[in-house]
């Protein structure tokens, strides 16, 4: 699951934490005794921040299963590799190795893995899973359309690409984010489903998982409560091999759930939680509290993603690229770097590239200096007073016919505090060119319905919030790919706003099945360029793929800046899994 949809998770399950709040102190009085609890605290690592809600089921097929089981987490389901933000690499987890072609993807499955039940992990577990992505909506149903077939030849996979839609792009994620599934549990799940030939996914649903699931990764579900889930090592874990038999630290793994972000954070300070990826603001005021994050320095977090201001280009003023541009340059991104995000952030540079890391070697500065923009209050007047704008005598923007532009509507979820104060400094820096604002904060169902079916002006978003194999053409490719563009009021799950440009989508066509290097950046300095010019949607802020912060008061050891043994992908995450043999406990 992407970040933008576990974002998502999180805020549906707000609307369950009612039922939580109720029994808030009684979970704050059992962390707080933890000593005293089954869960010695030496052997016990805490983690909060990846589910709100009470736990209602973990089975894998389920749209939204609680934690472990949705996102990329690799604690008891792992996929075939796991994808390193630090190296930009999928490392190797249930297989061996990986070879390319322009045609396919061969994968060799690694023969040590086993089942927790002590069975192979085969080629035939790896079909299934892929087959049931096939005939279920779960959430990565979506690769058939980039697959042609699946064949297997002895412990070798080969992933065949669709000719007409030929992405290895995303092929790759699918290989690193699929979690694979063992065939004899669901199987007979599935089948008994089966009514007059057709598979019922609804009755498939009941199926909770939740006693003694079968997994291949290292902890499986030990038991479950309104307020936390509990996971126990896997004794026998076949991985272990990886790390010279040594077992991870942690006997337990135990997620807390709390009802809101002060309670997580309280719960850190405390030494309640070890590990959380909910935003704490001025982490480092926190080092007197044992807490920190991967960073001692600015921006703290290792940046991964771009929220976003969506933008109805289709709709009056925005189908202007002029006015576009001029909301680009009239926007104070210092300042919501500071306001908003307790300058967690890098300077935002133009365009839709990182500006760092391993997306640095595509972006171009003397690009961003000839087509970017930045905070020129003067410039935006300027360009809309070029494209026939004017004010009036209360210095209100007028179109080019004289009329008033009418107030921009700008939206995100209700409680998001970031963005909103975000969308705060936005709406003060439009009023700087005339522009005025309504604010809205509202529930989560009906941002997201907005935005499905265009029923915006303006509304925050990270469409693409994981950094992983395809990136950055993933970013591009959910905001400025016309290919399934719908009109205002029609359903869409990419390019909200529905804009439109040939060169774009002709680009966006090609990137996936370059190889050599110097037309790929070539080929992303022309797609940046196009996204500077026409302004698809305001990129404001860089955040982390998920906030790493992290307590030493009872373990040590975690992967930082200075010792990036593991990415900071908070111990659960892809490869930051590796992380959970090197914690130590404090003595």
């Known amino acids: 699951m992407q970040f933008g949809q576990i974002a998502s998770v999180l805020l549906l399950g707000m609307f369950a934490c009612a039922s939580l709040v109720a029994c808030q102190e009684e979970a704050e009085k059992q962390s707080s005794v933890a000593e005293e609890s089954p869960y010695p605290r030496s052997q016990t690592l805490y983690i909060g921040g990846y589910d709100w809600a009470p736990p209602?089921?973990?089975?894998?097929?389920?749209?939204?299963?609680?934690?472990?089981?949705?996102?990329?987490i690799r604690l008891m389901y792992e996929s075939l590799f796991a994808y390193n933000l630090l190296s930009a690499e999928i490392e190797p987890m249930l297989a061996k190795s990986y070879v390319q072609t322009d045609s396919s993807i061969t994968v060799e499955l690694d023969?040590?893995?086993?089942?927790?039940?002590?069975?192979?992990?085969?080629?035939?577990?790896?079909?299934?899973?892929f087959y049931l992505d096939s005939?279920?909506?779960?959430?990565?149903?979506?690769?058939?359309?980039y697959l042609e077939k699946i064949t297997a030849n002895g412990n070798q996979l080969e992933f065949v690409m669709n000719k007409k839609e030929k992405n290895p792009l995303v092929l790759l994620n699918l290989l690193?984010?699929?979690?694979?599934l063992p065939k004899s549990v669901f199987e007979p799940i599935v089948e008994a489903s089966k009514k007059n030939g057709r598979y019922n996914y609804a009755n498939v649903l009941t199926f909770k998982n939740d006693s003694t699931p079968v997994v291949s990764g290292p902890y499986n579900l030990d038991s479950y409560y309104p307020d936390k889930i509990v996971l126990k090592r896997v004794e026998n874990y076949w991985g272990n091999v990886k790390h010279d038999g040594k077992t991870p630290a942690p006997l337990y793994v135990i997620h807390t759930l709390y009802p809101g972000n002060n309670h997580f954070?309280?719960?850190?300070?405390?030494?309640?939680?070890?590990?959380?990826?909910?935003?704490?603001?001025?982490?480092?005021?926190?080092?007197?509290?044992?807490?920190?994050s991967w960073s001692l320095k600015e921006p703290y977090h290792y940046p991964g993603s771009i929220p976003t201001l969506f933008i109805a280009t289709t709709t009056t003023p925005f189908n202007d690229v002029a006015f576009r541009r001029a909301l680009a340059h009239a926007i104070n991104f210092e300042k919501i770097k500071a306001v908003a995000v307790s300058n967690y952030t890098d300077s935002v540079r133009p365009g839709f590239i990182l500006p760092f890391g391993q997306e640095s070697k595509y972006?171009?500065?003397?690009?961003a200096e000839k087509y970017g923009y930045s905070y020129n209050i003067e410039k935006a007047k300027k360009i809309l007073s070029d494209a026939g704008y004017s004010w009036d005598n209360d210095g209100k923007l007028l179109n080019k016919e004289g009329m008033?532009?009418?107030?921009?509507?700008?939206?995100?979820?209700?409680?998001?505090?970031?963005?909103?104060?975000a969308i705060k400094v936005v709406a003060e820096s439009f009023k700087q060119i005339g522009i005025e604002t309504n604010q809205r904060f509202i529930e989560y169902a009906e941002w997201e319905k907005d935005l499905r079916f265009g029923k915006f002006d303006l509304a925050m978003k990270t469409q693409t919030a994981d950094l992983s194999a395809a990136t950055p053409w993933t970013r591009f490719d959910q905001v400025m790919n016309s290919k399934n563009t719908k009109p205002v009021g029609e359903e869409v799950f990419s390019n909200l706003g529905r804009f439109s440009d040939p060169a774009a989508d002709s680009l966006l066509d090609i990137i996936p099945s370059l190889t050599d290097s110097v037309a790929l950046k070539n080929a992303y300095r022309a797609l940046n360029r196009i996204f500077m010019e026409k302004i698809p949607v305001l990129p404001l802020m860089y955040r982390p793929t998920q906030y790493y912060q992290f307590s030493t008061k009872h373990w040590t050891n975690f992967p930082t800046e200075e010792n990036p043994y593991?990415?900071?992908?908070?111990?659960?995450?892809?490869?930051g899994i590796k992380a959970l043999w090197e914690i130590k406990p404090v003595q």
């Not at 209602?56 to 990329?72: A, C, E, K, S, V």
């Not at 005939?135 to 359309?145: A, E, K, N, S, V």
């Not at 690193?176 to 694979?180: K, L, N, P, V």
């Open 135 to 145: 005939i279920f909506p779960t959430p990565r149903h979506g690769g058939w359309l």
């Open 176 to 180: 690193a984010e699929t979690s694979i």
């Open 265 to 292: 954070n309280n719960a850190m300070t405390k030494g309640n939680l070890d590990v959380s990826s909910i935003f704490m603001p001025r982490i480092w005021d926190k080092q007197r509290d044992d807490i920190r």
């Open 404 to 421: 008033p532009v009418r107030p921009l509507s700008i939206e995100c979820p209700n409680g998001w505090t970031d963005w909103e104060d």
């Open 363 to 367: 972006f171009n500065e003397e690009d």
């Open 566 to 575: 593991a990415p900071p992908q908070g111990l659960i995450v892809g490869a």
């Open 56 to 72: 209602t089921t973990f089975n894998p097929l389920d749209g939204d299963p609680n934690f472990p089981i949705d996102g990329n």
């Open 111 to 129: 023969d040590r893995a086993r089942w927790s039940n002590g069975q192979k992990v085969t080629v035939d577990d790896v079909l299934y899973t």
